[in-house]
């Protein structure tokens, strides 16, 4: 059993230390999910690499049959490798049979996904779980399910032979006896010794089967106990850097941004984020708040809200009051409480809360009595409405300090029982603070789309970034981030890469110089996705068709992936995700809006469905006729599994509210381009992976094999088949 506790996480680093070879010689592998939890593993774990001078690579993979690519071109053969390290990938399936592992290589799963498979907890000394105390202190079936998975593993090869084979025998000699009498009884010659041998045989073979089908029945109810999530990879390696003594700020911010996102995205309960929150604050109390400057407070100064959500004064000591001047270097964390809404600190009010999935479902705002609802809950608070629709960063003192006291006395009566809840933000020198629920949705909005918003809203030009990228192949990335075309030539200073946007003015280097290298980098790195697909060729070839749109899809999301790597250390790169976010958010419930006014769910007698085309949206395109992408601004969820799922969670969350009849919700959004249907399963679908084994057992071809089990994307022409699948599958 190859489990390891949360108390000797200091032991797998240290193994990882010390299998490292000289520098120059890269021994660990990386492998890293598509999701913000990932992302922000990934950056604590190479930071801690990188202090001790261990040469690493990161490898961002989105599924199986990438994981099977990346077995044969980097670890088979590979004498160097010693260590692979996999964030929030690779726990539900048996690694072993992915891999091929030389004996020095030793594999380390930190997965929140679960559950975990039992090949990788127990079949294997060269993979090593790291768990959050769920396999190792929490679940008390464990050490049953442990015997019954070993005891299949080492019997079990040949149990359905078998069966089968002695069943076969008991037919052939109940045939042979007309009457039916017991076979004993009509062998000549036999002695009793040798009838009470036989009798012995039959019976400890149907203690075998007994014991293999109990064994079975044991493991099936693990795996049959639904998908769900665990503590996050990115707490497991800040556990890790605090056992080590290397815990530092921004590590710890990492670790709260991904318990952020699992609350907020409904992955974990109020009870788990309030257990997990105790831990951060503990550590947040640690590093001390006082990173600013603290000055007694002035008789006739006037107030300040010191970036306080709901304008209060900040306290640091137990004795005078004072205040803090936020300095340059001041980078804290601080606690606070969190108004339940979404990016309020850079928007209204109004749009803050009617475009949060919290408040927009509990109010129900897709009809007009919800709509006024909400304008009711401002005037009872004493609100202005048109105050409530300026900018909250400039909203009067007096109305933000009404917000706690009113909330928490109204909200009740409008269903809003957890508006407030406890969280951190942090402060970025002078140029402003982000809340953890900021950072959280700016990231998000970057890991899905990031790069060619960036790229769009960074600089002026595209064909900089072009001219550049297809520069001498001789050309790099020197020290401090400038980019060199060569030796003996000039480097481009950060000041010919600015193009400023005004983001991230007055520093070193702006955004649109960070975006722009980063960009550079990436084409440097990964070359040319398009390489072997002739353009004349894909108009009329479907199968060259999809590669092409393939290998564009893997070249957009990797961009997207290290545009949202950078921006946990660049406020500037944050706040264009900010931007993004506000626009993703708006088209999520504008979409949302749309399909409840319009009763475009069918419900079923087990589950609800319903599937959105392209053809359907025209009216609620944004002002410009387009989305961020200038297409149709719906196209994105038949392409985006994140989108997709908010989208799902959110009407879930509509009809929770709203209908009695609670039933799962299968949605289906079209790639009119690629000719699939991306189908996610939410909220009891999920739990199961129900959607996934319903298209395999339809004979669809499933395209999408990432590590979501309640997310599938198949061809346009499987869905019939799919539906019926699932239809069969729910009368069962």
């Known amino acids: 059993m190859v489990v390891v506790s949360k108390d000797l ?123 959050d105390g769920h396999y190792s202190v929490n679940n008390e079936n464990i050490d049953e399910i442990r015997a019954a998975f070993e005891y299949l593993n080492k019997e079990g090869d040949d149990y359905e032979e078998e069966s089968q084979e002695d069943e076969n025998l008991e037919d052939d000699d109940d045939s042979d006896q007309p009457d039916g009498q017991p076979t004993k009884k009509r062998r000549k010659g036999s002695t009793e010794e040798l009838i009470a041998q036989t009798d012995r045989i039959q019976n400890e073979k149907r203690m075998r089967r007994t014991r293999l089908k109990e ?42 941004i991904s318990l952020t996102e699992q609350y907020l995205h409904d992955r974990i309960d109020k009870t788990q984020y309030n257990d997990q929150y105790k831990f951060f604050l503990e550590a947040v109390n640690k590093f001390g708040a006082k990173s600013g400057i603290v000055l007694p407070k002035q008789r006739n100064e006037i107030e300040d809200d010191n970036d306080s959500l709901f304008g209060d004064e900040i306290n640091l000591t ?18 606070t409480d969190e108004f339940h809404s979404i990016l309020l600190r850079h928007w209204t009010l109004w749009d803050s809360m009617y475009h949060s999935d919290y408040v927009a479902t509990k109010l129900g705002i897709w009809k007009e009595k919800g709509r006024q609802r909400l304008i009711n809950l401002f005037t009872k608070m004493g609100l202005p409405l ?69 790229r769009k809203h960074a600089f002026g030009a595209t064909e900089t970034t072009e001219s550049l990228a297809n520069s001498s192949s001789s050309a790099g990335i020197g020290p401090g981030g400038v980019f060199v075309r060569g030796i003996g030539t000039k480097a481009i200073s950060d000041a010919d890469l600015g193009l400023q946007s005004g983001v991230g003015v007055g520093t070193k280097t702006g955004t649109s110089a960070i975006s722009l290298v980063n960009h550079i980098k990436r084409k440097m790195k990964y070359g040319n996705y398009d390489k072997g697909v002739n353009e004349d060729e894909t108009d009329d ?52 809006i749309t ?41 994105i969820f038949g392409h985006s599994t994140s989108h997709l799922n908010r989208l799902g969670s959110f009407l879930v969350m509509a009809y929770k509210e709203f209908h009695q009849k609670q039933l799962p919700l299968v949605l289906a959004a079209q790639n009119s381009k690629a000719g699939t249907y991306l189908i996610v399963g939410v909220a009891g ?48």
């Not at 160097?80 to 594999?107: A, K, P």
């Not at 005078?320 to 601080?334: K, S, V």
């Open 9 to 131: 996480f200091r032991d797998v680093y240290i193994s990882i230390k010390g299998s490292a070879l000289p520098p120059g010689s890269s021994t660990v592998l990386i492998f890293v999910a598509n999701d913000l939890d990932a992302l922000c593993s990934c950056k604590l774990l190479s930071s801690l690499l990188k202090s001790d001078s261990i040469a690493h690579e990161i490898v961002p993979i989105s599924g199986f049959r990438e994981l099977s690519e990346k077995n044969s071109t980097l670890i088979e053969e590979n004498e160097q490798l010693r260590s692979l390290i996999f964030l929030n990938c690779g726990g539900m399936v048996d690694l072993s049979e992915y891999l091929t592992l030389t004996e020095n290589m030793m594999v380390y799963i930190a997965d929140s996904h679960r559950p975990i498979n039992l090949h990788n907890l127990f079949g294997s000394d060269q993979i090593m779980v790291l768990d």
């Open 215 to 256: 064994s079975k029945d044991t493991t099936d109810a693990y795996y049959a106990g639904g998908t769900y999530t665990g503590l996050g990879a990115t707490t497991l390696m800040f556990t890790m850097a605090s056992q080590i003594k290397r815990a530092t700020v921004d590590l710890l911010w990492y670790g709260i």
């Open 318 to 335: 137990n004795s005078l009051p004072e205040r803090l001047t936020n300095g340059a270097d001041d980078l804290a964390i601080r606690n």
């Open 386 to 454: 048109a105050e409530c629709r300026e900018q909250y960063c400039g909203m009067k003192l007096e109305f933000k300090r009404l917000l706690r006291e009113k909330l928490i006395v109204l909200g009740p009566n409008y269903g809003l029982d957890e508006i407030i809840y406890p969280s951190f933000y942090r402060q970025y020198g002078f140029k402003g603070s982000l809340s953890a629920s900021d950072a959280m949705y700016s990231l998000s909005a970057l890991l899905d789309c990031g790069s060619d918003w960036v």
């Open 541 to 592: 070839d479907p199968a060259l068709l999809k590669q092409k749109l393939d290998l564009h899809t893997r070249k957009k999301w990797i961009d997207d992936f290290y545009v949202a790597f950078d921006a946990l250390d660049s406020i500037d790169l944050l706040i264009h995700g900010v931007q993004l976010a506000k626009t993703l958010q708006q088209t999520l419930v504008r979409t949302s």
């Open 595 to 635: 399909i409840l006014d319009k009763q475009m769910i069918n419900t079923l007698s087990k589950f609800r469905f319903g599937v959105l085309t392209g053809g359907g949206w025209g009216s609620t395109r944004g002002a410009s006729g387009s989305g961020m992408t200038g297409e149709n601004e719906f196209d």
């Open 685 to 732: 679908i999920s739990r199961t992976g129900h959607v996934r084994k319903n298209a395999i057992e339809s004979g669809a071809d499933v395209l999408y094999d990432g590590f979501d089990t309640s997310v599938l994307e198949i061809s346009s022409d499987d869905l019939t088949n799919f539906m019926d699948a699932l239809l069969n599958f729910t009368n069962k």
